[in-house]
DNA sequence: TCTGTTTTGTCACCTGGGTGACAGTTTTTA
DNA sequence: TAAAAACTGTCACCCAGGTGACAAAACAGA
């Protein structure tokens, strides 16, 4: 998640920014604690000290990933997701104000800040993608065809995917019921699109094929 | 779409800045024209100078507005969204590496990216939410509080809202067919939470008496 | 190897909503 | 003001996919 090689967090500790650095206070929290949620909740500007942060938008029933922020990363406390500490965290927190006024003035501070937007808007694109695909089926295909193009090993019989997943896991991946992918999983292997060995292993001996019956949905 | 009075424009043109200023080189694209589509293309980094450009993300058969850029934003055409013209316009490119060298220390620009980077962002969120109301009923009544909301009218019968559009463009911001939407309405006035006064204007009575009925799937 | 637990495959059933069709209404245009 | 075009309401029909149920299979211990 880094696009700077320079640290946010010795930057600002560095000597000239004393003053500035004095504006942030320290808060720590405990793994699983909620930084912030939407609605409730003081309207802040944090940077991650130590620990990992997820953040993720949520409903009733689902919830998205949007990104984890770790050390340096910058967010604010005022937004429409969830953020919660994965682990025993630290962070600096400053009013919007205060960081108004003294920080955005700093292209470090800003670049860092930039970083994070764009990853988050990255994989709000892609949560994007995958709420638009109409059918179980389509997004079924993309979800097995992307894991692939990430994490497949070449094998003889095809490209192995590994993800360690149940049905039902992979049901609520493509927001669909464990029924559903089942049949649809069902479904592929007797196209012979797909090969299943063993529990969340899969083998796809042709992935262009797979693909192309995923979501060309001609009207 | 401003956080900053100063004008980015403005800020690049004074005589410090020369040499920066001079990175950039001017482009021009008429009413409609492409700056960038997901896919092809270089990857550059533009300003706009004059003119507005819509941003959004295109599928087979949905747009999805993700925002309007205008004098002073950043944007990149390196990215899975459509930006195109809505009149004639003038913008100032240069190329990832020589952005990334020269102008991510200037805090002014790296302001006007985060602005950007934020607006779309919050945009891409609300779409998200759009997206994830499964049933079309909860996606219209929200759709009709939200924009009561925004543009909304107190009047002796209820709040007024005139949007001009027809059930069917209705029916496509909200995902769903004419016929659908074209019952979901007359169910809503029927149930007395709506009232149509003409083409494309309707009167909420109790805006969130209308709201308690979308979206409370009580499971 | 036997047994309880988790994961799967499949079926029958039901609902939401897309589609085409068509008539009635409103608006535009000539 | 008549004719054409654009909207709107409804209906009958159909399909994807959610749900509950239950049996088969796979696994994990002991």
Redesign the interface.
């Known amino acids: 998640m880094k696009f ?1 090689e320079e640290n946010l967090l010795d930057h600002l500790q560095r000597p000239e920014f004393a003053d500035l650095f004095s504006a942030l206070s320290p808060r720590a929290y405990s793994k699983g604690a909620y930084l912030s949620q939407p609605g409730h909740g003081e309207n802040l500007i944090f940077i991650m000290a130590s620990g990992r942060v997820r953040v993720y ?1 949520g ?4 919830e ?1 990933n949007l990104g984890i922020l770790t050390k340096g990363d910058i967010y604010s406390t005022h ?3 969830f953020v919660q500490a994965l682990e025993d965290i630290e962070i600096l927190v400053t009013d919007v104000a205060t960081f108004r006024r003294n920080m ?4 470090e501070v ?2 860092a ?2 970083r994070v ?2 990853n ?2 990255k994989t ?2 892609s ?2 993608d995958g ?2 695909f109409k059918d179980a089926n389509s997004r079924l295909v993309a979800l097995l065809a992307g894991e692939a193009r990430k994490h497949g090993v070449e094998s003889e019989a095809g490209i192995k995917v590994s993800t360690h997943l149940s049905v039902e896991q992979l049901a609520r991946l493509v927001g669909s019921s464990r029924q559903t992918v089942s049949t649809l999983l069902g479904d592929l292997v007797r196209a012979g699109l797909l090969v299943r060995s063993g529990r969340g292993i899969f083998i796809i001996p042709d992935l262009l094929l797979l693909e192309s019956v995923g979501g060309v ?1 001609h ?1």
Chains 1, 2 share one sequence.
């Open positions: 700077l938008l409903y009733e029933e689902k998205f937004t429409r997701t955005v003035k700093d292209p800003t670049a800040m930039v937007l764009g988050i808007l709000s694109f949560i994007i709420l638009v949905e009207s």
